[in-house]
């Protein structure tokens, strides 16, 4: 897991990469991808779903109410299709530029990704998700969207799923390439966040040092996995 810290006001224009070629979606296929009428299939870039759990007809209910038949413009860093063979893009629905992503957020219906690039794409979907939280939308409207740090049981529950933690770090310490942030006193048991060494400098670029976070509470995302205890 990555922490993600709030954001400003993003710009008018967030999220516009590299133009991709668009088209009419035709059908909706998981609670973030979709296909359009010429075959090709699309990821919905920076989000993950927020109810995995829910039955597949009632997942995709939201992302086709608002893309079916509609004309969308596709942006991203690329157009090299994903290990399933999807494009993965910023999608805006036409003719009105909405930018679904944020429409998904905003709902309650998805979270933002910690992998986003970009300051301002990042702060606009993290406000999208905020006024969701705020307003208690979606996902938002259940008090333990945000698993407590301090349950780790809780946590372990969700077991390769994507979850937002929240709790105090107690200590910060490096094991060969890995970063761990501790958020107990027993590294078998307690949660923890792991922090490859490829990721510090991207942390470094935005002004983050992972001792400066012992003692401060703050939320991580990412997917849980079991390593003696809780990881992200």
């Given at each position: 897991?990555?922490?993600?810290?709030?954001?400003?006001?993003?710009?008018?224009?967030?999220?516009?990469?590299?133009?991709?070629d668009?088209?009419r979606?035709?059908?909706?296929i998981?609670?973030?991808?979709?296909?359009?009428?010429?075959?090709?299939?699309?990821?919905?870039?920076?989000?993950?779903?927020?109810?995995p759990?829910?039955?597949?007809?009632?997942?995709?209910?939201?992302?086709?109410?608002?893309?079916?038949?509609?004309?969308?413009?596709l942006?991203?860093?690329?157009?090299?299709?994903?290990?399933?063979?999807?494009e993965?893009?910023?999608?805006?629905r036409?003719?009105?530029?909405?930018?679904?992503?944020?429409?998904?957020?905003?709902?309650?219906?998805a979270?933002?990704?910690?992998?986003?690039?970009?300051?301002?794409?990042?702060?606009?979907?993290?406000?999208?998700?905020?006024?969701?939280?705020?307003?208690?939308?979606?996902?938002?409207?259940?008090?333990?969207?945000?698993?407590?740090?301090?349950?780790?049981?809780?946590?372990?529950?969700?077991?390769?799923?994507?979850?937002?933690?929240e709790?105090?770090?107690?200590?910060?310490?490096?094991?060969?390439?890995?970063?761990?942030?501790?958020?107990?006193?027993?590294?078998?048991?307690?949660?923890?966040?792991?922090?490859?060494r490829q990721?510090?400098?991207?942390?470094?670029?935005?002004?983050?040092?992972?001792?400066?976070?012992?003692?401060?509470?703050?939320?991580?995302?990412?997917f849980?996995?079991?390593?003696?205890?809780?990881?992200?």
């Amino acid at each position: 897991m990555v922490p993600l810290s709030r954001s400003g006001i993003a710009s008018a224009a967030p999220c516009a990469f590299e133009e991709q070629d668009g088209g009419r979606v035709s059908a909706v296929i998981d609670p973030r991808s979709f296909r359009l009428e010429d075959g090709r299939e699309v990821r919905l870039a920076g989000i993950e779903p927020a109810f995995p759990d829910k039955p597949a007809g009632m997942q995709t209910q939201t992302l086709a109410a608002l893309l079916v038949g509609r004309e969308v413009r596709l942006s991203g860093e690329d157009d090299a299709p994903d290990r399933y063979g999807r494009e993965i893009a910023f999608v805006w629905r036409l003719p009105g530029e909405t930018l679904v992503q944020r429409d998904l957020l905003a709902q309650g219906e998805a979270l933002v990704s910690p992998t986003v690039d970009g300051k301002d794409c990042t702060a606009a979907l993290m406000a999208a998700e905020e006024s969701a939280r705020d307003a208690k939308r979606g996902i938002w409207a259940d008090p333990a969207a945000i698993k407590n740090a301090e349950s780790p049981g809780d946590i372990l529950a969700g077991i390769g799923r994507f979850m937002l933690v929240e709790g105090t770090v107690l200590s910060v310490r490096q094991a060969g390439a890995t970063t761990y942030l501790n958020f107990g006193r027993n590294w078998t048991r307690d949660f923890a966040v792991t922090i490859p060494r490829q990721a510090l400098a991207n942390l470094a670029a935005a002004g983050l040092v992972p001792k400066s976070l012992e003692n401060k509470r703050i939320r991580v995302r990412g997917f849980v996995e079991a390593r003696t205890g809780p990881r992200n």
